[in-house]
């Protein structure tokens, strides 16, 4: 084990940051600012720690810092696994393959849980569309994202794929150009009451879920990301890279267990 006293520059050293909530089951996180606070909690208690950093959580697989204040990463020995369905959201900044990889593989090598039930694919937002939004998207711009997540499903770490806020033309033209075809779109119910029809009618005709969500417009805006970790320098400033939210809920009876999300930031110097 190492040790270090001085945690806040283990961070400020760190060329990227990996921080875990924890279980957040009995918070509610419904805003962009409630999720950057409890982000904000964990970092502070994570630095207050003295105690030694043990080596399991000091780098993540990318070689980063990993914070997290959870003792028990096991899952319930009480239930099978097959018991559980894991549902992981994961909002991207940028259509990055490798990124949606570490993301993914962080949430089953951190709670040893083999695979993720289904997985909702939440894409970058742009300055006229930020996420959460209806839009419109070629397969093409997310062809190398898609295709990394079908190879982890083909490894057997995603069970089912979805996809969030795509309008009716963005959805038939994933279904037509690839093998592996989203089983649900979630959509958001603040912009929208009802599903626009010819999305209805698509999906039904195709078994896609139009699955809802009410997830904040732009779910971590970059500037309220910098309040999140100490500062190190002046021109040295956090990207978000990704932010995964998961849920364990037993089968059948739909009681959630288990609650919290994964936030990916790495450091760039400003030009």
């Given amino acids: 084990m190492q040790s270090f006293t001085n945690k806040e520059q283990v961070i400020a050293d760190a060329g990227s940051v990996t921080i875990h909530s924890g279980n957040i089951l009995h918070k509610i996180l419904r805003t962009s600012q409630e999720i950057c606070q409890s982000f904000c909690g964990t970092v502070k208690q994570w630095t207050a720690d003295k105690s030694e950093i043990p080596s399991i959580t000091t780098q993540c697989s990318h070689g980063g810092v990993f914070i997290n204040n959870e ?7 009480e239930r ?9 959201k994961l909002f991207l ?3 990055d393959a490798e990124i949606v990889k570490e993301a993914v593989l962080t949430v089953i090598d951190y709670y040893q849980c083999e695979k993720i039930d289904l997985l909702l694919l939440s894409l970058p937002p742009t300055s006229n569309c930020p996420h959460n939004t209806f839009r419109s998207v070629k397969y093409q711009d997310i062809r190398e ?12 770490f995603i069970t089912e794929l979805g996809v969030c806020d795509m309008d009716e033309p963005s959805l038939k ?38 699955l809802t969500h ?3 417009n732009d779910v971590l805006p970059e500037d309220t990301l910098q309040f999140v970790l100490p500062a190190s320098d002046k021109n040295r400033s956090w990207k978000p890279c990704y932010l995964t939210r998961y849920s364990a809920v037993i089968r059948l009876r739909e009681i959630v267990m288990l609650k919290g999300y ?7 110097k400003e030009s």
């Fill in 71 to 77: 003792k028990d990463t096991e899952w319930s020995k």
């Fill in 80 to 88: 099978n696994r097959d018991d559980i369905k894991l549902t992981v």
């Fill in 93 to 95: 900044w940028k259509n």
């Fill in 145 to 156: 994202v898609w295709i990394q997540l079908c190879n982890l499903a083909a490894d057997g």
């Fill in 173 to 210: 033209d994933i279904c037509e150009s690839s093998d592996v075809k989203p089983v649900a779109n979630q959509i958001n119910l603040q912009e929208c009451c009802h599903p626009p029809k010819n999305l209805s009618a698509y999906a039904s005709e195709h078994h896609i879920k139009l």
């Fill in 214 to 216: 009410n997830d904040p």
């Fill in 262 to 268: 994964f936030l990916c930031m790495k450091a760039t």
